[in-house]
């Protein structure tokens, strides 16, 4: 079956199939090689697109950034000061200027509604760089390193430990619901994922028959037992430094450590992380520097995956 994403948004990977996942890692594979080989690309030649950051952004930006440079095409960045999105103006009315301007447009922020409502009323395809509740190019650059690394998804055992109600843990348990993987995420209870969206994504296992599992535990060592991966973030996300304190009184057994590396029992297991890490708190600086740490494979790939991703959507493919 012939993939088709030309005019798709990426709002979180709810929207998106399997076979359509595993088409953009294929393509995100392929413009990686290109690269590499010093392959100058022309996919974007003559496209605008359009960044906008509510929040900063190391990765983020200079991925779509570099990416969209790459195959020929011209980022706008735009900061939130140089807009009045959700100020002067509201969000349908900067969609459908922007729209009128640009092929693409990126959005990283708080509300999932921004990103939603600017899909809704600019008229061209729309990419989540990053909402309070999802960050669907994040998981796509993480399963290629996971791809990379193993050969496959299907059947991995993936390990979320740390704050497992937030927009990394909500969004790697739709991607493993949808690709087949044994999905856990270790947490406190205070800190579990929404009963709602875990059922969801269980639903979306059984639709798409993936074969994929999700287990929810508050034990750390429980959690990593047999792990293929162990996943973690920082523990407080942007806009809650503020908990930060009390976060790291919960979250303290639920760090990834040479401890917890040993108790997965397999001396293959790898170390991600979506960064910035905050070395000491969720991750040591023993495990973050060691041979199990994927995590700068891993923001490299961000910038591939997203290339893929604006390619597949607006590209001359």
């Not at 290109?34 to 983020?60: Q, W, Y």
């Not at 009315?93 to 809704?120: H, N, P």
């Not at 293929?228 to 057994?253: C, F, H, N």
């Not at 639920?254 to 991600?272: C, E, P, S």
Request: with cysteine; aromatic share 8%.
């Amino acid at each position: 079956m012939a993939i088709n994403l030309r005019n798709r948004h990426l709002l979180s990977l709810k929207h998106h199939t399997p076979q359509e996942i595993e088409y953009l890692l294929d393509l995100s594979t392929d413009l990686k090689n290109k690269k590499r080989a010093g392959i100058k690309g022309d996919l974007m030649e003559g496209k605008n697109v359009a960044l906008i950051f509510e929040k900063p952004s190391t990765r983020t930006r200079c991925a779509f950034t570099v990416a969209a440079i790459d195959e020929g095409g011209h980022p706008e960045y735009l900061g939130k000061n140089d807009i009045q999105l959700g100020h002067k103006e509201d969000v349908a009315d900067t969609a459908r200027v922007l729209g009128r301007m640009f092929d693409g447009i990126e959005f990283r922020g708080f509300s999932q509604k921004v990103v939603e409502d600017l899909a809704k009323y600019s008229g061209v395809p729309v990419w989540n760089g990053l909402t309070d509740e999802y960050h669907p190019t994040q998981i796509l650059a993480d399963f290629l390193t996971v791809r990379e690394n193993f050969g496959r998804l299907k059947g991995i055992r993936f390990v979320y430990v740390g704050d497992g109600r937030n927009n990394m843990a909500n969004s790697l348990m739709i991607g493993a619901a949808k690709m087949g993987m044994h999905f856990v995420i270790g947490a406190p209870k205070s800190l579990f994922p929404d009963p709602a969206l875990v059922e969801e994504c269980r639903k979306m296992a059984e639709d798409c028959e993936s074969g994929a599992t999700i287990e929810i535990t508050d034990d750390p060592k429980a959690a990593v037992k047999d792990a293929d991966v162990i996943y973690t973030d920082v523990w407080a996300s942007m806009g809650e430094e503020e908990k930060l304190a009390e976060r790291k009184a919960i979250l303290q057994p639920f760090q990834v450590n040479m401890d917890l590396i040993k108790a997965t029992g397999n001396d293959n297991v790898i170390f991600l992380h979506c960064l910035p890490a905050v070395k000491g708190y969720e991750v040591t600086e023993e495990v973050f520097e060691s041979r199990f740490g994927r995590q700068f494979d891993e923001a490299e790939n961000r910038m591939h995956t997203i290339k893929a991703v604006m390619v597949a959507s607006i590209g001359n493919l």
